[in-house]
């Protein structure tokens, strides 16, 4: 398989050569889906090569591209509503338009290829799969925003990733994408790899930021420090996610109103669904966006949950997202479209889902079933948090940590009713109270999960264990969480 020889590869220290590397196909793509990003993932007899690219058309919108205005790209990706994939939601070509319009220093654009949320795992098949969508993408967005230098900020633990865009950039110079003079047209552009140590606070686009620049990735205080006006080198910055920047290629080539009428209004475009958890079918899926619903994405796409099991509760965009209960009712609309809703109804698309009090995120939905303790889930997500903590808010800094170890107690049969109580006033003295939204990623899990499944969480506590409470209140005033 590939990746066997990838790593075979790596450590015979041998140059890699994408010619050599032929996928062999994967699985089939659901009829639900509407493959257009994923195009090329697990395709029968494709490769990761300049040569396969254009054989199936590859640069083509590029040379389309560099035909037109950049204001046009910026017009036609407004029209479009591309929403960023990467958690926020953003309009893309509204941030596009932040970049001061008397600007003289540079323009910079930086792919956000972090993907460090827990339940997400797009991006990296496409920059295994198919990277030169994504420096297409990139090209014709540096184009538009007049960015003439670009990096991909890639994890530490995507090695092999990092291997495969060096080799795409290397094929995009050769055949005249990249570099001087891009196609004739005067444009010159830049992209360069650059590998992070693999922490979550680097998905932060000012943590980014400053990791780029070699330093500690403490989030920046925005205003005034807006990518957009105040970036890399506190000059104009453009963060798009993977996902986000390959839509601008697709943009181009049927226009923006064309593009905008899949998916549904204000939710336009389809968007890569990362399925884990207690399904039949765990994996990636493309899909329209708002036209599959939770109950058609776990029953239908993903096979069910397993055998003699029941749905629990479902994270439906990440780890960070609020989860959301299987037997809750949402409203839905406003007014006279208002209606109530199951969770087995709830459009996939950003404002349904926030509607019901959670949101799309990065779009990795975590499916559990009763089998699971939440005790244990609302553990293992309180670790990962406390561990990734970049440490700049004492609010964060310590609240993370204190929320990791009340839950410890409760998985371990040591806390007390009163604990409970002690961790959701803990995530809600983080909640709001810090520099980056860090601090909102690690509340709102505990936030919803004590709010949820109060009952479950009591449970495993004892009664008898509430004496232990003092000290532990105490050293929580002390550190201003309580």
């Not at 922490?199 to 920046?220: D, Q």
Request: hydrophobic fraction near 35%; charged fraction near 25%; proline fraction near 5%.
């Amino acid at each position: 398989m590939w990746k066997d020889f990838l790593k075979n590869t790596i450590k015979a220290g041998k140059k890699l050569v994408m010619s050599d590397i032929r996928y062999i196909k994967g699985k089939e793509p659901h009829p639900r889906e509407t493959r257009v990003i994923f195009k090329n993932v697990d395709r029968e007899g494709w490769d990761p090569s300049i040569d396969c690219y254009m054989k199936d058309g590859g640069y083509e919108m590029l040379k389309k591209g560099l035909k037109m205005t950049p204001d046009e790209i910026r017009e036609e990706v407004k029209t479009a509503g591309l929403r960023g994939r990467g958690g926020a939601g953003f309009p893309a070509g509204v941030k596009w338009g932040f970049i001061p319009p008397n600007n003289e220093k540079p323009v910079y654009l930086i792919c956000n290829a972090d993907e460090s949320e827990p339940g997400t795992f797009k991006d990296r098949y496409i920059i295994h799969q198919d990277p030169h969508q994504l420096i297409e993408g990139m090209v014709l967005s540096c184009f538009s925003v007049g960015a003439h230098l670009a990096y991909i900020y890639i994890r530490e633990e995507f090695p092999e990733g990092a291997q495969i865009l060096e080799k795409a950039i290397e094929e995009a110079h050769a055949n005249g994408f990249l570099g001087k003079n891009i196609q004739g047209t005067g444009f010159d552009l830049e992209i360069y790899v650059h590998r992070g140590a693999g922490a979550y606070i680097c998905g932060e686009e000012t943590g980014l930021i400053e990791s780029l620049e070699g330093k500690r990735p403490y989030p920046r205080i925005k205003p005034p420090y807006f990518p957009a006006a105040m970036g890399l080198y506190l000059c104009p910055t453009i963060v798009n996610n993977v996902e986000t920047l390959c839509h601008v290629k697709h943009i181009i080539e049927v226009g923006g109103q064309a593009w905008a009428k899949t998916g549904k209004p204000n939710n336009t475009g389809t968007r890569i669904l990362c399925v884990s958890g207690d399904v039949k079918k765990p994996g990636y899926y493309e899909v329209q966006v708002g036209h599959v619903t939770m109950g058609e994405l776990i029953n239908d796409i993903c096979g069910g949950l397993k055998d003699g099991r029941q749905l629990k509760a479902v994270i439906p965009g990440g780890s960070s997202a609020k989860v959301l209960r299987a037997d809750e009712t949402f409203t839905v609309g406003r007014g006279d479209d208002a209606k109530e809703i199951s969770i087995w109804d709830i459009p996939m698309d950003f404002d349904s889902l926030a509607a019901c009090g959670s949101m799309a995120g990065s779009g990795g939905v975590i499916v559990i079933d009763d089998s699971r303790s939440i005790s244990w889930v609302l553990n293992n997500i309180n670790s990962f948090y406390a561990h990734e903590s970049c440490g700049q808010c004492t609010p964060c800094r310590e609240g993370s940590l204190w929320m990791k170890k009340i839950s410890d107690r409760i998985v371990a049969g040591k806390a007390s009713p009163e604990d409970i109580d002690t961790l959701e006033s803990v995530a809600y003295n983080i909640d709001g109270k810090t520099i980056c939204a860090f601090g909102e990623a690690c509340s709102w899990p505990t936030e919803s999960f004590v709010a949820k499944f109060r009952d479950e969480l009591t449970a495993d506590t004892k009664e008898d264990l509430s004496g232990d409470i003092v000290n532990q209140e105490s050293e929580l005033a002390a550190a201003g969480l309580k």
